[in-house]
């Protein structure tokens, strides 16, 4: 017998929480209350069980990504795969590093069969999947520490824009990272897509060899970890001026290089009260700007100091 979900409605009453085991889901959806009544019960359907279905196929989704043909059966775990097997030929990385963007896409896919909305959106932990119809926009708050969390600027979404997707990822998130990125957010196309390419940009954000940064096997910290004995970075001392802008260059090259191959949208880097952001024309700052940067062919990018 499939187990239910816990449900509930956060204090504003028009934001439905469903939880499964790590699964944690914020659902907002606007339109009518006969349209919006029905999203949210497709939600709860769709999510019911997705959970076990994930399961059943762990032990592969758990293995690295080939650039080949997948042998996963599920929606969600084909979805997964789909959004890293373009970083599988360059890169170490397993379906599960789409896993959250890849839900919070099915779910929000569901609501949006089942009713005309005028906005909706799927918040798994963070990583987001955004349904906008004509006319509608979407706010996306900027953080630069997900632990500590502090508003350093903000874009928008608007309907006419090809983001559907946002992620956010780092050492401080709720999975490793082998690099030292506080926090590194992508908008992408889709939820799945903006998930694998925040741990890549994440993964680049890094100093190798640096004697502050304290790394682990991911193994030793988590047994079943699908990194296994990859280092993942445990601890990051006081940097310097040029040692972070170092370290943020190198994930913001690969952030342009996943730009201009149309992986991504656009992205913002954080470390250390530094902040680097590529393809954002319109961030809008919450601080202002410690250092402006030229317009490069993938867009505008600042060092924002946080």
Same mark, same amino acid.
């Given at each position: 017998?499939?187990?239910?979900?816990q449900?509930?409605?956060?204090?504003?009453?028009?934001?439905?929480?469903?939880?499964?085991?790590?699964?944690?889901? +914020?659902?907002?959806?606007?339109?009518?209350?006969a349209?919006?009544?029905?999203?949210?019960?497709?939600?709860?359907?769709?999510?019911?069980?997705? #959970? !076990?279905? =994930?399961? !059943?196929? =762990?032990?592969?989704?758990?293995?690295?990504?080939?650039?080949?043909?997948?042998?996963?059966?599920?929606?969600?775990?084909q979805?997964?795969?789909?959004?890293?097997?373009p970083?599988?030929?360059?890169?170490?990385?397993?379906?599960?590093?789409?896993?959250? %963007?890849?839900?919070?896409?099915?779910?929000? *896919?569901?609501?949006?069969?089942?009713?005309?909305?005028?906005?909706?959106?799927?918040?798994?932990? %963070? !990583?987001?999947?955004?349904?906008l119809? $004509?006319?509608?926009?979407?706010?996306?708050?900027?953080?630069?520490?997900?632990?500590? $969390?502090? =508003?350093?600027?903000?874009?928008?979404?608007?309907?006419?824009d090809?983001?559907?997707?946002?992620?956010?990822?780092?050492?401080?998130?709720?999975?490793?990272?082998?690099?030292?990125?506080?926090?590194?957010?992508?908008?992408?196309?889709?939820?799945?897509?903006?998930?694998?390419?925040?741990?890549?940009?994440?993964?680049?954000?890094?100093?190798?060899?640096? $004697?502050? +940064?304290?790394?682990? $096997?991911?193994?030793?910290?988590q047994? !079943?970890?699908?990194?296994?004995?990859?280092?993942?970075?445990?601890?990051?001392?006081?940097?310097?001026?040029?040692?972070?802008?170092?370290? #943020?260059?190198? *994930?913001?090259?690969?952030?342009?290089?996943?730009?201009?191959?149309?992986? +991504?949208?656009?992205?913002a880097?954080?470390?250390? %009260?530094?902040?680097?952001?590529?393809?954002?024309?319109?961030?809008?700052?919450?601080?202002?700007?410690?250092?402006?940067?030229?317009?490069?062919?993938? %867009?505008?990018?600042?060092?924002?100091?946080?």
């Amino acid at each position: 017998m499939t187990r239910l979900p816990q449900t509930g409605w956060l204090a504003d009453g028009k934001r439905l929480h469903l939880q499964d085991g790590p699964i944690d889901l +914020i659902v907002e959806a606007r339109g009518t209350e006969a349209h919006v009544r029905a999203a949210y019960e497709a939600a709860l359907r769709r999510f019911t069980g997705l #959970l !076990d279905l =994930l399961c !059943d196929e =762990l032990p592969e989704l758990r293995r690295a990504a080939s650039p080949g043909s997948s042998t996963l059966q599920g929606i969600v775990a084909q979805r997964m795969y789909a959004a890293v097997a373009p970083f599988a030929p360059a890169h170490f990385i397993t379906p599960m590093a789409a896993v959250a %963007g890849a839900v919070a896409e099915e779910v929000l *896919g569901a609501m949006v069969a089942s009713a005309e909305l005028d906005r909706a959106y799927v918040n798994n932990g %963070g !990583d987001i999947a955004l349904h906008l119809a $004509p006319g509608e926009r979407f706010t996306v708050g900027l953080i630069d520490h997900p632990a500590m $969390p502090r =508003l350093i600027g903000k874009t928008v979404i608007d309907a006419c824009d090809p983001a559907r997707g946002i992620a956010t990822s780092g050492r401080h998130g709720r999975s490793f990272s082998l690099g030292i990125a506080d926090a590194v957010t992508v908008l992408a196309r889709t939820a799945a897509q903006a998930d694998a390419a925040a741990t890549i940009i994440a993964n680049a954000v890094d100093l190798p060899g640096h $004697p502050l +940064i304290v790394r682990r $096997p991911a193994k030793d910290i988590q047994s !079943d970890s699908d990194l296994g004995e990859r280092l993942v970075t445990r601890a990051v001392g006081r940097l310097s001026p040029s040692e972070i802008a170092f370290a #943020l260059n190198a *994930g913001a090259n690969k952030a342009r290089a996943l730009h201009t191959a149309g992986l +991504i949208e656009a992205a913002a880097l954080h470390l250390q %009260g530094e902040t680097v952001a590529v393809a954002l024309d319109d961030l809008e700052h919450a601080a202002p700007p410690l250092l402006s940067r030229a317009v490069t062919p993938t %867009g505008t990018e600042s060092l924002l100091h946080a």
